[in-house]
Nanobody, 130 residues
Framework: QLQFVESGGGLVQPGGSQRLSCAAS????????ITWFRQAPGKGREAISC???????HYKDDVEGRFTASRDNAKNTVYLQMNSLKPEDTANFFC????????????????????????WGLGTQVAVSS
């Protein structure tokens, strides 16, 4: 099945930076909104950013100003630059595509909502700890 491949995670100290990649595996980057999610241990999956097909970005309040999403269609890749990382950012990060970016970034994604996104990969783990 078609999946995104997330990469770039690792261990980083609080206040540090990390850049995540979301690559289309075996297919072209979809011409749709692509959302980054994080899922902390024992918690649900929450949307934190989205980038439209035109490169317009949207962010959850607690990552606004710290995270920056971008896309490179030639490389079939979406990126998430994460700065000023906090311990609460510790999570498995996923990317997925839908027709449009969400209007709100509040709460955890419900199972039916998860099904509304496509090309889920295995995620990449980010651990923010001193």
């Amino acid at each position: 099945q078609l999946q995104f491949v997330e990469s770039g995670g690792g261990l980083v100290q609080p206040g540090g930076s990390q850049r995540l990649s979301c690559a289309a595996s075996g297919f072209a980057l979809p011409n749709s909104g692509i959302t980054w999610f994080r899922q902390a241990p024992g918690k649900g999956r929450e949307a934190i950013s989205c980038i439209t097909s035109d490169g317009i970005t949207h962010y959850k309040d607690d990552v606004e100003g710290r995270f920056t999403a971008s896309r490179d269609n030639a490389k079939n890749t979406v990126y998430l630059q994460m700065n000023s990382l906090k311990p609460e950012d510790t999570a498995n990060f996923f990317c997925a595509a839908a027709g449009a970016c969400p209007v709100h970034f509040v709460g955890f994604l419900l199972p039916p909502q998860i099904s509304g996104y496509h090309y889920w990969g295995l995620g990449t783990q980010v651990a923010v700890s001193s």
